[in-house]
């Protein structure tokens, strides 16, 4: 099988084989360690999964960005932070492919293919969250290229990240117009991995911080210049937010049909939970608004692909389908009493997942916001 003719089958395969190789329920169960998830990504990417979307040309699969989704979801069904651990070193790939000339970008890609190296992008600092622009780690020009100087926090694969997309002021005041974003490698001189323990909540995410103590970025590292990386970063964003609502839905899905059939098995007062219309109703309330966010999904996927403004579908996706997670995981991991909290069973790890997933690449409200201003444009 080539590259190019690589379907959905073809890929939920190679995703069974992935998970069957490095997800075992053991080794989600934590404790979090570092080599381990190295050694996961590395796994994942052996199966092509932290190349989906880079182009043929650049040694990846081009696959169309419903497929990253749909593969994001099915992943996020088992562990959302291994989902996005791979989703986004998957992104830094294609990003460096994408917009770095091949002799430039070749330095790390190949590397982020075959898993030998991974990649994180860093936007958050400890002052700077929802308030993107008033990032404040900042890069001066020097004679041997760019002086970067500041922290960044909450950064998915920053544990264990060898290659970082970090955007960094260049003109203190001029907010957005002055970022741009810049190619920082853990092992050189100037970079520091923060030791703080972060969260427990998707701890496979590798979740992490780092800062930059006079790191010397040469000139070709400088991914996107002022004036387009503000930009360049919302678009990635914008895409970002849908693959966080397929996650959702793939962890709603699978903590649905792990309470159907576990209804379906025990029994109370002499009948199985199932039977019960008080406690059925529960999961099919879960199961109106799964079908709902699928929709939401698959629209606004279809959107990306097709090149059509996505912008107001993936904001509402977003919106949508976090909520849904956040409204029925509890409820989910209630029907199934104590059972539900078993470590065996994922459903305690996607309560706290779906939290995270309101917060990730444009928290409710922002969106909310996006919504309202896009309201305003068509009212
Ligand atoms: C596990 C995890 C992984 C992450 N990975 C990455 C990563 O890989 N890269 C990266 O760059 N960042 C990452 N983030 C950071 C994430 O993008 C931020 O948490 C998010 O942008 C929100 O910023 P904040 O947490 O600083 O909250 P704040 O911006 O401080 O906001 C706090 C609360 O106030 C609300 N709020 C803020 N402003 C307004 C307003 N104007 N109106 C109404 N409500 C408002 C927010 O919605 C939020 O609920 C990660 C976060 C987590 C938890």
Not at 55 to 61: I, Q, S, V
Not at 118 to 140: K, N, Q, W, Y
Not at 212 to 233: C, I, N, S, T, W
Not at 303 to 314: E, H, T, V
Request: charged share 20%; proline share 3%; with cysteine.
């Amino acid at each position: 099988m080539t590259h190019s003719t690589r379907g959905l089958t073809q890929w939920l395969e190679q995703l069974e084989r992935f998970c069957a190789q490095a997800l075992s329920p053991d080794s989600l169960l934590g404790p979090y360690d570092a080599a381990c998830e190295r050694k996961r990504l590395a796994v994942a990417a052996s199966f092509g999964l932290t190349g989906i979307q880079v182009a043929l040309e650049h040694g990846g699969f081009g696959a169309p960005y419903s497929i990253k989704a749909r593969l994001a979801q099915e992943l996020a069904s088992l562990d959302f932070g291994v989902s996005m651990a791979v989703i986004n070193s998957q992104n830094v790939a294609d990003d460096l492919s994408r917009w770095l000339p091949a002799d430039v970008s070749k330095r790390w890609v190949p590397g982020l293919l075959s898993g030998e190296l991974i990649g994180c992008t860093a936007l958050t600092e400890p002052g700077a969250g929802s308030d993107f622009s008033a990032v404040t780690t900042h890069a001066v020009q020097t004679s041997d290229g760019w002086r970067l100087q500041g922290e960044k926090t909450w950064i998915i694969n920053a544990k264990i990240a060898d290659v970082f997309l970090v955007y960094a002021q260049t003109q203190p005041g001029t907010g957005a117009a002055g970022i741009a974003a810049f190619v920082v490698e853990a092992k050189r001189e100037g970079f520091e991995r923060s030791l703080d323990a972060f969260t427990s909540a998707a701890a496979s995410s590798s979740t992490g911080g780092f800062s930059l103590q006079g790191y010397v970025a040469r000139p070709d590292e400088m991914l996107h210049p002022p004036g387009q990386a503000f930009k360049r970063a919302l678009e990635s964003i914008n895409g970002a937010r849908v693959y966080v609502a397929a996650m959702c839905v793939g962890m709603l899905q699978a903590s649905l049909r792990i309470a159907q059939e576990y209804g379906q098995r025990r029994q109370t007062f002499g009948q199985p939970l199932a039977q019960y219309q008080g406690w059925r109703w529960m999961l099919a309330e879960a199961a109106v608004d799964l079908e709902a966010a699928g929709a939401l999904v698959q629209s606004a996927a279809q959107a990306i692909d097709q090149g059509n403004q996505s912008q107001d579908l993936a904001a509402k996706a977003k919106v949508f389908a976090t909520r849904a997670a956040q409204r029925h995981l509890p409820a989910l991991l209630h029907a199934m009493g104590a059972e539900g909290l078993r470590d065996s069973y994922p459903l305690l790890r996607h309560v706290a997942a779906a939290q995270v997933a309101t917060l990730v690449d444009g928290s409710t409200e922002m969106l909310l916001e996006r919504i309202s201003k896009n309201l305003k444009k068509t009212g």
